[in-house]
């Protein structure tokens, strides 16, 4: 049984149409890949799911439940968490307020501080960066608080789009590896990446979107054998 | 060596506090001794920023500031005629620094750009001054008007309510568009409002018009009457203190760091969990608050108000005074709030007044038109240019809480631990 599941779902920016009718599935405890060139509608995808764009037909559901169109604050509080691209810290925060800012709907200190601690094990560098500005970290610490702070919630399925967009390969590494650890730990991970040949190596299943569609779909292995794809995202 | 011992000396906590009682007890005299001096009483004022920048514990500081703002600033500035004048300028001030907390809420805090302001302190004002004369028996079936001035302190409260309504209500339609379509959103909305009040008095008579309504019922406790500016002073600043109080649990609070969060990135706020239309309105609706808790103040205190009162340049005037000092700072704002109010009320008048006596005795021949007190907005636009150039973060920049240093250092030590432990588990 799926734990995430997308029905025929076509989005819209206005009129122009961003999805044309996207059907996939995420199994719990899954690591699924969504991979793609430029525009091709990924990001549209987590959108939709997460609540900050309007689906306009298809549906949507989570744990067997219809969650189409629910605002993000809902969608949050289900256990959907999302990185959005371009990291997207609060750069005049607080590493800290930053991470208290993920645990927006928690309530009880204890619990906060509980959750920071498990953020922290995860991406020591935090801790000893607790009261810097999160606009003057690096573009991996941003990362890893962009994550971090979504792990505030702490989620059961996590949606990281293009974790790996301006980052050093030894910085794309590690972090790969924490996606693997959490995985471990049982969250879903639906991650978006370009950089096709790391996130299917590390995926059970990926889904290739093109112009708002989904053209092909298989084991992480097997899409990195096809000869389409190598030709097209891992040459 | 000289200068380093001068350093050493001015920032001793000791030092400071002989130099600053010092500063303290020689402006209040020369104000108390030398009535007409304007200086001085500035002077006295400016101990408070002084105040703010020692090396003392907040609360110590608190204490300090209340009793020169209490005790210190109305018994040194009593003794001569410009007394209730001067009470009416600190007046001003104490109002427009809670109308720019309110407004650094919005401006500062959760980044949206009123430029209709003002529109919540008549909100705040027409509200006392509806019912505190016979308008209200216009279209209320029941009871009798004007209201007692006992009924002011109530209406403190009322006119925060029906501002924050008000701004639920501009924020609804508002809220949809960001950034510079807000601005002039907001603008607008802030100019309809005026002239609602400037025309609600056909067919029923609520607000008197572009005639304005007065004889405002002043208000009253324990049976005495308030009339005299330095009794507003007093009224004000009981109301300014609880203002600062508020505002600084708001910004502390998670409902502040909200606010912080959608200033900073709405998208990320959202996948956060974050209500972006609450926090916003929020924002709206608690600004707006102090701004007609003021309003209410305002009307009592002029006794008589009309919609000239609450103009676009009123809404600038608030936001020049959040962006000079510095938006999202308290302090700043503050700081802000009373420069702006004191250059335009006491040095520009000043200045006008000396013009106008040097063009009397035939010295110099200023037009009307160039005379200082109209130079407002000429000044006003400079500032923000200035400032918008040169130091854009204000006087007193918002800063995030302190931290302790000490307590990052152990922690890195035991994070350094763990990881060399690690290292030699590896070896082994
Ligand atoms: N905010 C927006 N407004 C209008 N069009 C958009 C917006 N965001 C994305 N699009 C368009 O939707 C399509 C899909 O974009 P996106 O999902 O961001 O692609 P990807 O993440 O795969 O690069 C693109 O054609 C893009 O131009
Ligand atoms: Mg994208």
């Known amino acids: 049984m799926p734990i995430l599941q997308l029905n025929n779902i076509e989005t819209y920016y206005g009129a122009i149409q961003a999805l044309k009718g996207i059907s996939m599935e995420v199994g719990k405890g899954e690591i699924v890949t969504l991979i793609g060139s430029n525009g091709a509608g990924k990001s549209t995808t987590l959108k939709s799911i997460s609540g900050l764009a309007k689906v306009k037909t298809g549906s949507i559901l989570y744990k067997d439940k219809d969650i189409t169109n629910r605002p993000p604050h809902e969608t949050t509080l289900l256990g959907l968490a999302h990185v959005p691209e371009g990291r997207r810290i609060f750069a005049q925060l607080t590493v800290k307020e930053n991470l208290q800012m993920g645990a927006y709907s928690v309530k009880g200190k204890d619990v906060i501080q509980e959750r920071m601690e498990t953020v922290f094990s995860y991406f020591p560098r935090l801790k000893e960066r607790l009261s810097q500005k999160g606009g003057t970290m690096s573009g991996g610490e941003q990362q890893m608080l962009a994550i971090g702070r979504a792990l505030m919630m702490q989620p059961e399925v996590l949606m990281l789009d293009e974790p790996s967009m301006g980052l050093a390969p030894i910085i794309v590494e590690q972090i790969f590896e924490i996606i693997l650890q959490l995985n471990s730990m049982g969250i879903t991970i639906l991650l978006i990446e370009q950089n096709a040949y790391q996130a299917l190596s590390i995926a059970h299943r990926g889904y290739v979107i093109q112009n708002g569609s989904i053209v092909l779909t298989g084991t992480g292995s097997e899409l990195i054998e096809n000869e389409q794809i190598k030709e097209a995202y891992l040459a | ?428």
């Open chain 2, 1 to 428: 060596m000289m200068k380093e011992k001068l350093i050493g000396f001015l920032q001793n906590k000791w030092s400071q506090v002989i130099l600053f009682t010092l500063f303290v007890v020689i402006t209040s005299l020369s104000l108390y001794l030398s009535q007409k001096s304007v200086v001085a009483f500035l002077l006295l004022l400016a101990s408070l920023l002084i105040l703010y920048y020692m090396k003392l514990k907040n609360l110590t500081k608190w204490i300090i500031g209340g009793g020169i703002l209490f005790i210190l600033l109305p018994m040194a500035s009593s003794g001569g005629p410009a007394f209730q004048s001067y009470m009416e300028v600190a007046t001003m001030v104490g109002i427009y620094v809670a109308m720019a907390l309110g407004l650094n809420i919005v401006v500062g805090l959760a980044g949206l750009l009123d430029l209709g302001f003002v529109a919540f302190f008549a909100v705040g004002a027409y509200s006392y001054a509806i019912f505190a004369t016979p308008q209200a028996s216009n279209f209320m079936p029941f009871g009798s008007y004007p209201l007692g001035g006992e009924s002011f302190w109530i209406f403190l409260i009322i006119g925060g309510i029906c501002a924050a309504i008000a701004g639920v209500l501009i924020g609804i339609p508002v809220l949809r568009v960001k950034g510079d379509y807000l601005a002039i959103v907001t603008l607008g909305f802030g100019e309809i409002i005026r002239i609602v009040f400037n025309n609600l008095d056909r067919p029923v008579n609520f607000t008197n018009g572009a005639m304005g309504i007065s004889s405002v019922t002043p208000p009253s406790i324990f049976g005495i009457q308030l009339v005299f500016p330095h009794h507003f002073y007093f009224v004000t600043l009981v109301i300014l203190a609880f203002t600062i109080f508020a505002v600084l649990r708001f910004e502390h609070s998670k409902l502040g760091r909200s606010w912080k969060a959608v200033r900073e990135n709405e998208i990320a706020a959202q996948a956060m969990g974050i209500p972006l239309v609450k926090t916003k309105l929020l924002a709206f609706a608690l600004g707006a608050t102090f701004s007609g808790m003021m309003g209410v103040v305002f009307a009592a205190k002029q006794a008589f108000i009309d919609p000239t009162s609450f103009t676009l340049l009123e809404s600038f005037t608030i936001l020049v005074m959040v962006v000079l000092g510095g938006m999202g700072s308290v302090p700043g704002v503050i700081l802000g709030a009373a420069l702006v109010t004191i250059l335009n009320l006491q040095v520009l008048t000043e200045l006008t007044n000396w013009v106008n006596q040097l063009t009397l005795n035939g010295i110099i021949n200023v037009p009307d038109a160039l005379s200082p007190a109209k130079m407002q907005k000429l000044i006003f636009g400079l500032l923000l240019v200035i400032f918008a150039l040169y130091r854009p973060i204000g006087l007193i920049p918002a800063k995030n809480k302190k931290f302790d240093e000490k307590k990052l250092k152990t922690n890195r030590l035991a994070i350094d631990r763990e990881n060399t432990v690690a290292i030699d588990k590896d070896n082994v």
